[in-house]
């Protein structure tokens, strides 16, 4: 199992903009649609990924607990499913609804949004202020699969708390650890 970290995007970077299919629904989606009135967390997954696989339950209680809040959640899949066909639209919408997900799960099958992010594994947190400001990218927290420690989301939950109370977050985040983002060959 790789270990490949985030490329860690500049704090401040606006929220690229996107245009995808979201594979739960017969909807395309852009940023602008899902951000939230607080702000917007986008999470890049896959449905194969062990990381991905260690934290998705974690993932989904943040969602419910925080979209009542004001918090605009999307999840977006970027493998080249031609090399990767575990992660294919059709069963993207199987691990959704397998996973009880009440947030968007969009396809990038040209990848061209995670370039847009600088996205590297699986998973890896985008967190955006009301303004659309990137306030915090990285782990969700220091669990690991086979490492011991409890999934917990205490790096992502204390981010997610200073974009809706109003918090100071701190600049000092680690980055996530996962999956690469399986690239086509031709990119």
Same mark, same amino acid.
């Given at each position: #199992? ?5 490329? #860690? ?18 909807? *395309? ?5 899902? !951000? ?6 986008? #999470? ?8 991905? %696989? ?24 970027? @493998? ?11 069963? #993207? ?6 996973? %009880? ?13 995670? !370039? ?13 202020? @009301? ?15 086979? @490492? ?5 989301? *205490? ?30 060959? @031709?990119?």
């Amino acid at each position: #199992m790789a270990r490949t970290p985030s490329n #860690m995007l500049p704090l401040g970077t606006i929220a690229p903009e996107f245009y995808l299919k979201d594979t739960n629904s017969a909807y *395309s989606y852009s940023f602008a649609d899902l !951000k939230g009135k607080k702000g917007t967390l986008v #999470m890049f997954i896959c449905n194969h990924c062990p990381f991905v %696989h260690h934290v998705i339950e974690e993932v989904v209680r943040i969602a419910n607990d925080y979209r009542v809040q004001g918090l605009g959640i999307v999840a977006i899949s970027s @493998n080249d499913v031609t090399a990767y066909p575990q992660d294919a639209p059709e069963l #993207m919408q199987d691990f959704a609804l397998g996973h %009880h997900f009440e947030f968007p799960y969009l396809y990038d099958e040209t990848q061209e949004v995670a !370039k847009a992010y600088d996205a590297a594994c699986t998973p890896d947190f985008y967190l955006f202020d @009301n303004l659309d400001k990137l306030v915090y990218r990285g782990q969700l927290d220091d669990s690991r699969p086979g @490492n011991g420690i409890p999934v917990s989301g *205490s790096d992502l939950r204390s981010a997610i708390d200073g974009v809706i109370y109003n918090r100071s977050i701190n600049a000092e985040q680690k980055p996530s650890i996962g999956c690469n983002i399986k690239w086509k060959l @031709n990119s």
